[in-house]
């Protein structure tokens, strides 16, 4: 088992205390073992960044790192490729990093808001999501080709059923 640091804006939990009356940081321990998982990394110590920003901050960050004019629901900025993430999977012990530290998620409220409404989910849901999504971008995870699209979503899937906010099919 991976043991879990997790730098969690308060904003974002407070956020879903207020909105949810509900605690959310087992759920993400849980996304990240199960992505970690996964990718078979066990036995480290990880590190991750949840923070939360406006509509407003969200569209400069997403235009000055990924050229794209625009606000969006999550970014995340990995540290490591996911060539680097698969190699550490096959790490023996005495080869492992002290500490793991897979990168920063950035999560816009304000379009999570607009999200859970257009799409009827709710807010925990939106929340759920958008840091599984992020998480699996940390891991190497893309959705700009169809097959890796097709198995990040997959994974996403699992997480969200695992942690009970999974889509409910009609």
């Known amino acids: 088992m991976n043991k879990v ?20 940081t087992s759920d993400i321990e849980i996304i990240i073992q199960t992505a970690l998982s996964k990718k078979k990394i066990e036995n480290q110590n990880v590190s991750i960044s949840i923070s939360a920003v406006d509509k407003e901050k969200i569209h400069e960050i997403n235009k000055e790192y990924r050229n794209v004019d625009r606000p969006t629901d999550v970014l995340s900025f990995p540290i490591f490729s996911r060539e680097e993430i698969d190699l550490f999977s096959s790490l023996d012990d005495s080869k492992k990093v002290k500490e793991l530290e897979l990168g920063d998620i950035i999560i816009c409220i304000d379009v999570l808001e607009e999200h859970a409404k257009e799409y009827e989910t709710g807010i925990l849901r939106e929340m759920l999501y958008m840091i599984t999504h992020g998480v699996c971008h940390l891991l190497g995870y893309d959705h700009e080709v169809d097959e890796e699209k097709r198995e990040m979503r997959a994974i996403e899937e699992k997480i969200l059923n695992k942690i009970g906010v999974g889509r409910i099919d009609e």
């Open 5 to 24: 640091n997790i730098d969690l804006d308060e904003n974002l939990v407070n956020y879903i205390k207020e909105k949810c009356n509900k605690d959310i």
